[in-house]
């Protein structure tokens, strides 16, 4: 499956950016998706991930409230509607698929097999 991630830019802090992940190739309703951010000299970490049916979602404790997951899978895509967007939220976010739904390790970059280009978000103070 390819993925493809767009949506970022640069927004004062505040507010609101959707980011969307668009898949091509297999059948993408059998794939969980998450969402990863990787700010300048710092590890890749986790977002959000949502089960290929929708079923189950998750987030970091820091964005809880103000990042929103979803998907259409009649659309092959999946969106992260993040509010009330925060400085530190500054990062390129990724989305990532795998087969492997309601992993418990979901949390892991390694969990996921395929991997979008990354769109940069940027919050201004």
């Known amino acids: 499956v390819q993925l493809q991630a767009a949506g970022g830019g640069l927004v004062q802090a505040g507010g609101s950016l959707r980011l969307s992940c668009a898949a091509s190739g297999r059948t993408f309703s059998s794939y969980a998706v998450g969402w990863f951010r990787q700010a300048p000299g710092k590890e890749r970490e986790f977002v959000s991930t949502?089960?290929?049916?929708?079923?189950?979602?998750r987030y970091r404790d820091s964005v809880k409230g103000r990042i929103t997951i979803s998907r259409d899978n009649a659309k092959n895509t999946v969106y992260l509607q993040m509010n009330s967007l925060k400085p530190e939220d500054t990062a390129l976010y990724y989305c990532?698929?795998?087969?492997?739904?309601?992993?418990?390790?979901?949390?892991?970059?390694?969990?996921?097999?395929?991997w979008g280009q990354g769109t940069q978000v940027t919050v201004s103070s």
């Open positions: 990532a698929a795998t087969m492997l739904d309601y992993n418990v390790y979901y949390y892991r970059p390694t969990a996921y097999d395929y």
């Open positions: 949502i089960s290929s049916d929708g079923g189950l979602t």
